[in-house]
């Protein structure tokens, strides 16, 4: 039974570029949530998508957006990269009708350094 | 919004040594409270978590966690540390009512001397 899985594992841009990142839900999960961690920091919530649509939102710009498919699975867009947005990105995913009272399995990450 | 605290960033001990890691949050209804482990080089991985009942939750690898309502405090303890322990350690809460969004406090850093 695979886990979650993420990837680029490493990516490398510059300032001003977009990024895509992807994730695949454990099996049997339906919700995705992507989290951001700088450096010396706890995980943040950036969104959480269910059924394909975002479905709660952290306190980050639009230039985060997110999609996620029919398989479950996710994608996390950053636009107009800052230098600031270098981190490690988690993906955790969860099933949707233990609401409120379930555990998020976290995928390894991506780690982004923007230059 | 609610907060989670960690309040040491670095902790160092000897093998064999008690361990016990602090964890506040600051809200006051109903919280989902959770202590997940980021070994060198691998993922954040759930050590326990609390839901409701009692209010001394087991974990894996030896860890446990007492649930002090009272104190909004949910801390994090094994009484003999090894070597493997060696980590970063993430207390987090949920608000059933708010959905499944995590918050995560700073972590604590844990360097288990041989």
């Known amino acids: 039974d695979a886990g979650v899985t993420q990837s680029p594992t490493h990516l490398i841009k510059t300032r001003g570029q977009q990024v895509t990142l992807r994730c695949s839900p454990k099996?049997?999960?339906?919700?995705v949530s992507w989290y951001q961690q700088a450096l010396g920091q706890g995980p943040q919530f950036i969104f959480q998508y269910y059924e394909e649509e975002e479905r709660q939102r952290g306190n980050f710009p639009d230039r985060f957006s997110g999609h996620q498919f029919p398989n479950y699975s996710s994608e996390l867009n950053v636009n107009a990269l800052l230098l600031g947005d270098s981190a490690l990105y988690l993906c955790?995913?969860?099933?949707?009708?233990?609401?409120?009272?379930?555990?998020?399995?976290f995928g390894p990450g991506t780690r982004l350094t923007v230059l | 919004a609610q907060s989670v605290s960690q309040h040491n960033h670095h902790v160092i001990l000897s093998e064999a040594a008690s361990l016990e890691l602090g964890c506040n949050y600051s809200?006051?209804?109903?919280?989902?409270l959770f202590w997940y482990v980021q070994y060198p080089g691998q993922h954040l991985q759930l050590l326990l978590k609390y839901f409701s009942g009692d209010p001394l939750v087991k974990g894996i690898k030896g860890f446990e966690a007492e649930f002090i309502k009272s104190k909004f405090s949910f801390n994090l303890r094994k009484p003999s540390v090894q070597w493997s322990d060696t980590a970063e350690y993430f207390c987090a809460v949920m608000l059933p009512a708010a959905g499944n969004k995590l918050t995560f406090g700073g972590g604590t850093r844990v360097l288990v001397k041989p």
């Open positions: 099996s049997g999960h339906d919700t």
């Open positions: 809200y006051g209804g109903t919280v989902n």
């Open positions: 955790a995913s969860s099933f949707w009708g233990a609401q409120g009272n379930n555990e998020q399995f």
